[in-house]
């Protein structure tokens, strides 16, 4: 069962007892709290949709000392629905992977009806979540346990970038990024699967890899697991994303990039195809990369597409042979020079070609 990413809930009789605009004195309900917490520190973000004014109902949430759990609070008059559909747009989250709970049954069928993949829990509920197994992700890393913080710095950067006069290259260059490439040890591994399983609108493939492969890979003179990481003037975003590349002695196969969504308006995915393709071309052999279309990855083939990659046959195909995967497109990297990336400053290792 795959796991929830989002919880949305509802506020009156649901996280607390009564109806704050009727003027009840509401007071947590039992567990509740807990659920927060909990659900926080596994990673699950958490939102609200209450149909309250927004001051008031914000204010009893800091009064609880929950306020800062919740990232894009909806709260007005409109339709649950809407609420979490905004939600999931803002987050880049799929319906499937985002839940609502509410205490009232007319509120989860209108939620089931109009987005019928969101998963939906009624109140008396909400004190087992931590109990279920699709809010119990397999592992739990320090990047889950900071994923709320990161998020709300990302709104932060948002709001900083809609107010900037100027360019949008302007923008990024003001944020000083730093982004560092770098092979991973063991102590990056749960969250390099944790990224090959979330990750799906900039993933290459969608092929998922545990952390049983991974270590593997890393005990592989001619593999290497590169970890993405990135801090800017916001502060550190932690690991964002991986590249796993098999060197052969004349082609490099790139099998998988995945990138967080949080960075997709950085042009991170970008600047690694880049850095590759400049890398490639010091040890003078062909980039080939892995490419699987899902519902969700079209960002990631216009990427690769705008980098230089583009299918067809290749010579290298029968280097390649043993690395076949199923419904896999091999993207070949047409050389054309490449201007350096403008907006970030890029660290990362060098190289030589696997003898």
Not at 328 to 351: C, D, K, N, Y
Request: hydrophobic share 45%; charged share 25%.
């Amino acid at each position: 069962m795959e796991t929830v990413k989002c919880l949305v809930w509802d506020l009156d009789d649901t996280l607390w007892r009564g109806t704050l605009a009727e003027g009840d004195d509401v007071a947590l309900l039992p567990g509740v709290a807990d659920v927060v917490r909990g659900l926080d520190d596994r990673g699950i973000l958490q939102s609200v949709a209450s149909r309250n004014d927004h001051q008031p109902a914000m204010a009893r949430l800091a009064a609880f000392g929950l306020d800062s759990y919740f990232v894009l609070p909806q709260i007005g008059w409109g339709r649950k629905s809407d609420a979490v559909r905004a939600v999931a747009d803002e987050l880049g989250f799929a319906h499937r992977t985002m839940a609502f709970v509410d205490d009232r049954p007319a509120e989860l069928a209108e939620v089931a009806f109009e987005l019928p993949e969101v998963r939906t829990y009624p109140a008396d509920a909400a004190a087992n979540l931590l109990q279920r197994p699709e809010f119990t992700p397999p592992t739990i890393t320090d990047d889950a346990r900071r994923r709320r913080e990161r998020y709300q710095a990302g709104f932060r950067r948002d709001s900083a970038r809609a107010g900037f006069a100027g360019p949008d290259d302007d923008f990024l260059r003001s944020l000083d990024i730093v982004l560092r490439i770098g092979h991973a040890t063991e102590t990056d591994l749960s969250r390099l699967e944790e990224l090959t399983r979330r990750t799906s609108q900039m993933n290459a493939t969608g092929v998922p890899y545990s952390e049983a492969d991974l270590r593997l890979l890393l005990g592989e003179v001619d593999h290497d697991v590169l970890v993405l990481t990135l801090t800017d003037r916001f502060g550190p975003s932690g690991a964002v994303g991986l590249a796993l590349v098999h060197r052969h002695p004349r082609v490099w196969h790139l099998k998988l990039l995945a990138t967080s969504c949080r960075v997709v308006s950085c042009g991170v995915g970008a600047v690694v195809l880049r850095w590759l393709a400049d890398r490639a071309a010091a040890a003078d052999v062909h980039l080939v990369a892995d490419f699987r279309r899902t519902d969700r990855n079209r960002i990631m083939e216009v990427g690769y597409r705008f980098a230089g990659f583009s299918t067809g046959d290749c010579a290298c195909a029968a280097v390649l042979a043993g690395d076949e995967d199923t419904g896999i497109e091999r993207f070949h990297l047409v050389p054309r020079p490449q201007p350096a990336s403008a907006v970030m400053t890029v660290l990362g290792p060098e190289w030589t070609v696997a003898s």
